[in-house]
């Protein structure tokens, strides 16, 4: 099936841990995205990546850092974690950006104790 | 910077309602507005897509409009259904930075 697809669903670590999140789209988009989904349920981009170029960087912590090595995927690594990360991290994809319908994965739910 | 508002933040309404959920963004010089449904413990999936130059979109019992003018959005939901149950969230397409606002959700519950 075409998707986009995340792992781990769940993520549960302890402070201070370095823990990544992977990302895959096979629906031939360019453009890829991290959000971040507070326990509001309020979502907030993180990162952008067109073509495997950084286009988006919200004002987010150093320790976060995206990589990705083709337009396919976009992972997402995170270092030094701390209780404040604990939220749902979606990763989305569209054809382009700005203009184009945007499509999840299903969330990774990261549990920082 | 855009920002997107919906209201009310949650609904509740008997089976058999139509209703209205609602969608206001501060900025209209948007590219597309988006409408998404959330599950609980699920991503998002999306319901419509309306261009800037279109004025409404329709998909069975849904039908979203844009006014881009007066920076609102609506989504009708015809005889709801309990199966309706969930968070519904917009998404301005901007290419102001290059990415989507989303507004804060309206979460509707329909009773059978």
């Known amino acids: 099936d075409t998707a986009v697809s995340q792992t781990p669903k769940y993520l549960v670590t302890q402070m201070g841990n370095d823990k990544s999140i992977k990302c895959e789209q096979n629906l031939g988009h360019d453009t890829m995205y991290w959000y971040k989904q507070d326990s509001k349920k309020f979502l907030k981009i993180m990162f952008s990546?067109?073509?495997?170029?950084?286009?988006i960087n919200e004002t987010v912590p150093n320790r976060f850092s995206p990589k990705s090595p083709d337009k396919a995927h976009l992972n997402l690594h995170i270092n030094s974690l701390e209780l404040g990360d604990s939220a749902v991290y979606f990763c989305?994809?569209?054809?382009?950006?700005?203009?184009?319908?945007?499509?999840f994965g299903n969330g990774t739910r990261l549990t920082v104790t | 910077k855009q920002e997107v508002t919906q209201i009310p933040a949650a609904l509740s309404v008997p089976e058999g309602e139509n209703l209205v959920l609602n969608c206001s963004f501060t900025d209209s010089a948007i590219y597309n507005l988006q409408w998404f449904r959330q599950d609980p413990g699920k991503g998002l999936t999306s319901l419509l897509l309306?261009?800037?130059?279109?004025r409404e979109q329709t998909s069975g019992r849904l039908n979203a409009s844009l006014d881009k003018s007066s920076g609102r959005s609506t989504l009708y939901i015809a005889a709801s259904q309990p199966g309706d149950s969930a968070t519904y969230l917009c998404?301005?397409?901007?290419?102001?930075?290059?990415?989507?606002?989303f507004g804060t959700g309206t979460s509707l519950t329909v009773i059978p």
């Open positions: 998404a301005v397409g901007t290419n102001t930075g290059n990415q989507f606002y």
């Open positions: 309306i261009q800037s130059s279109q």
């Open positions: 990546y067109n073509n495997k170029e950084l286009i």
């Open positions: 989305a994809s569209s054809q382009e950006t700005g203009w184009s319908p945007l499509h």
